[in-house]
């Protein structure tokens, strides 16, 4: 079983950075795969980045390539979400997922993912 914890949300305005932390019970080296996820008020979560187990290969939905980074400590059993020069419709609830053990390639399907955290407000003003 593999518990997830994010923290890094907040109120920012356009323009600046922040950086999303979600660390894994268990050690991050049982967690698989993982990747984040976003949820804006009345639309369907969406994929926003994943990471392999190795930490080697990323993908990035093309509403956030160049603007974010996914990476991951494994000595911290964490997974970070840096996110610069924020917008507006970056604001929802980010949520961080985990593909489980022994699932260790990207993916950017939510249901492949067997853990969920219980996601982080992040609200842009413009």
């Known amino acids: 079983q593999v518990q997830l914890v994010e923290s890094g949300g907040g109120l920012v305005q356009a323009g600046d950075s922040v950086r999303l932390s979600c660390e894994a019970s268990?050690?991050?080296?049982?967690?698989?795969?993982m990747g984040w996820f976003r949820q804006a008020p009345g639309k369907e979560r969406q994929f926003v980045a994943t990471?392999?187990?190795?930490?080697?290969?990323?993908y990035y939905a093309d509403f956030v390539k160049g603007r974010f980074t996914i990476s991951r400590d494994h000595e911290k059993n964490t997974v970070f979400l840096q996110m610069n020069n924020l917008k507006a419709e970056d604001t929802a609830v980010y949520y961080c997922?985990?593909?489980?053990?022994?699932?260790?390639?990207?993916?950017?399907?939510?249901?492949?993912?067997?853990?969920w955290g219980q996601g982080t407000q992040v609200t842009v003003s413009s």
């Open positions: 997922a985990a593909r489980g053990w022994l699932r260790n390639h990207c993916s950017t399907a939510r249901s492949d993912y067997a853990y």
């Open positions: 990471i392999d187990l190795p930490g080697i290969s990323t």
């Open positions: 268990g050690g991050t080296g049982n967690s698989g795969a």
